[in-house]
């Protein structure tokens, strides 16, 4: 192998593959990444037989071939090298680096004993990459992380036609979120569960663009995703008894607030620094009073309040409720609004978040339930 390849699109594109090495692998071969030369490029591969990634680099080749070197050092190296071009060639059993002055050589793993990476499988939709990414997000930091409940570690993904829902929850909080995708079938209708971390991450690498969904649904259990020259598979999780948590939405709200969504974030943070760690931060409401008292009471007696003004509230006379101050930072912070509309049921009950319309009312494509935190006053 010998090729010349610009610096940020090799250390790129190792980044990317990397994310798919194991930190303690079952077998030293899956430490290693694979660069694989292409007629204009190199495609840098890594698999830990559950997550498959592959990235992608322009650049000018003279003698292709495939090696296999350490993914965390040449990760490390490629994102520390001067802004100059990199060659790269295979010396023995060694891949020679040069960049600028700057020279690595570095061990190869033997190609034969890296695992083949499984195939996309067939298209089923597109999705603008932005989009798709940014709902992910909103939806991906309310999956659990208790690893002893895998479901609930997962995104679901329910495509029908060409609305995409991604949901998921970690049975204190739950977000929804709608999209529109472009299905290669009309009649599609498919259910899986993704892990979230892989999810997340995946979404974090694409720029613009357009990305494909692939999934067979007669296949082995696998999803992907690819933009460009970039690609990501994943094994499921098993979602066949996923709950219905769609159901847990109210109906109806007999009251709701309309909160500047950055105001309201500064003062939990504030008011929340005197909370430990499973203490609520409470938010009470008043009929007739555009405002908002936030509060909490931490170790030693420690107190805090501060009053904001709202868009409005209509509801309950007074409505106090309490919320892990974190739960409702997140829910708030992943918005994208500048204006929230919450919807209450009662102090006891989840109460849900959405973006706020310019009439104040709540988006149905974005929803953010977190549950309430009973407190004794």
């Given at each position: 192998m010998k090729l010349n390849v610009e610096r940020d699109a090799l250390?790129?594109?190792?980044?990317?593959?990397?994310?798919?090495?194991?930190?303690?692998?079952?077998?030293?071969?899956?430490?290693?990444?694979?660069?694989?030369?292409?007629?204009?490029?190199?495609?840098?591969?890594?698999?830990?037989?559950?997550?498959s990634t592959q990235g992608w680099a322009r650049g000018t080749v003279t003698d292709p071939g495939t090696v296999v070197v350490a993914a965390r050092l040449l990760a490390e190296i490629t994102k520390s090298l001067p802004q100059k071009p990199v060659g790269l060639a295979s010396v023995g059993t060694h891949l020679e680096l040069v960049c600028g002055s700057a020279r690595f050589t570095l061990p190869t793993m033997p190609v034969e004993d890296y695992p083949q990476l499984p195939d996309l499988p067939a298209t089923v939709a597109t999705a603008d990459a932005a989009a798709l990414a940014q709902a992910i997000a909103q939806v991906g930091m309310a999956a659990g992380r208790d690893e002893t409940l895998p479901?609930?570690?997962?995104?679901?993904?329910?495509?029908?036609?060409?609305?995409?829902?991604?949901?998921?929850?970690?049975?204190?909080?739950?977000?929804?979120?709608?999209?529109?995708?472009?299905?290669?079938a009309a009649d599609l209708n498919a259910d899986v569960l993704v892990p979230a971390r892989v999810l997340t991450d995946t979404a974090k690498t694409w720029g613009a663009g357009t990305v494909d969904i692939s999934y067979d649904p007669n296949g082995f259990g696998l999803i992907g995703f690819a933009i460009g020259h970039r690609k990501t598979t994943s094994r499921l999780l098993d979602g066949a008894n996923y709950p219905p948590v769609r159901s847990l939405f109210p109906a109806?709200?007999?009251?709701?607030?309309?909160?500047?969504?950055?105001?309201?974030?500064?003062?939990?943070?504030?008011?929340?620094?005197?909370?430990?760690?499973?203490?609520?931060?409470?938010?009470?409401?008043?009929?007739?009073?555009?405002?908002?008292?936030?509060?909490?009471?931490?170790?030693?007696?420690?107190?805090?309040?501060?009053?904001l003004e709202i868009g409005s509230y209509a509801g309950q006379d007074t409505l106090t409720i309490g919320f892990n101050p974190q739960y409702l930072i997140d829910g708030l912070h992943g918005l994208g609004t500048a204006t929230a509309h919450i919807g209450f049921v009662d102090a006891f009950k989840p109460a849900v978040i959405s973006p706020a319309d310019e009439e104040g009312e709540p988006t149905p494509s974005h929803r953010y339930l977190i549950m309430p935190i009973r407190v004794s006053r």
């Open positions: 250390a790129d594109a190792v980044a990317t593959a990397a994310k798919a090495t194991p930190t303690r692998p079952s077998v030293p071969i899956l430490a290693g990444v694979k660069l694989t030369t292409t007629d204009d490029g190199v495609t840098v591969s890594g698999f830990d037989y559950e997550v479901m609930m570690t997962g995104v679901r993904l329910e495509l029908r036609g060409n609305t995409l829902s991604l949901l998921a929850t970690d049975r204190y909080r739950l977000a929804h979120r709608d999209i529109t995708i472009t299905p290669t109806t709200y007999p009251s709701a607030a309309v909160v500047p969504v950055a105001s309201l974030i500064e003062v939990v943070k504030r008011v929340a620094l005197v909370a430990e760690r499973t203490t609520p931060v409470l938010l009470t409401f008043t009929a007739g009073d555009n405002g908002v008292v936030v509060e909490a009471g931490g170790q030693e007696e420690a107190r805090a309040s501060e009053a």
